[in-house]
């Protein structure tokens, strides 16, 4: 089964995808951690490469054309990322994870060590720089979760009880 669990940074993407992998047995692939990656090899911050990646659009398709391959190749799979669920419109289940501003701020400052005021600040210019490059290259609305079979508001429900959540509706979905 294919499962794409996307949400805007701090919402809770990769911590559900982590533990909803332990749990399935299934692997994850984070398409955030793939781009953190291409920017810490090019020796720049996350915010430094979404605007290289705005004038560049090639970053940005490669990384989602990995997606749809690598969902080929493999009969199990997580991936978690931004676009996943629009890209893979035949995934299994389609997950949009939310949470507001202020607590995805606060997230972010515990993950990464900085002041809640600073992340909220880094969101706020990640998600200008990616919404005007996903609106760019593919005429995504991320405003627009209809794509998604199911949306979940991580500020209700701690990351175990949303992958219980998750899990339900995967046995929803089984033939009876």
């Known amino acids: 089964m294919i499962i794409t669990i996307g949400g805007l940074a701090g919402s809770g993407t990769t911590t559900v995808a982590r533990i909803l992998s332990e749990r399935l047995g299934i692997s994850y692939i984070s398409q955030g951690a793939i781009f953190r990656e291409l920017a810490k090899n090019r020796g720049v911050t996350l915010e430094e490469f979404g605007r290289i990646a705005e004038q560049d659009d090639t970053i940005d ?76 290259y593919y005429g995504v609305d991320l405003e627009d979760l209809s794509v998604y079979d199911i949306v979940i508001d991580t500020s209700r429900w701690s990351a175990e009880e949303v992958c219980e959540i998750i899990i339900r509706a995967l046995e929803l979905l089984q033939p009876h």
């Open 61 to 136: 398709r490669m990384i989602d054309s990995r997606q749809k391959e690598l969902a080929k190749k493999h009969k199990d799979l997580i991936l978690e990322g931004r676009l996943s669920g629009i890209f893979l419109e035949d995934a299994d289940l389609r997950v949009w994870l939310k949470a507001p501003l202020d607590l995805r701020a606060l997230r972010v400052s515990e993950r990464d060590g900085i002041g809640e005021r600073e992340a909220c600040d880094l969101i706020k210019e990640r998600e200008r720089s990616e919404w005007r490059r996903y609106k760019s």
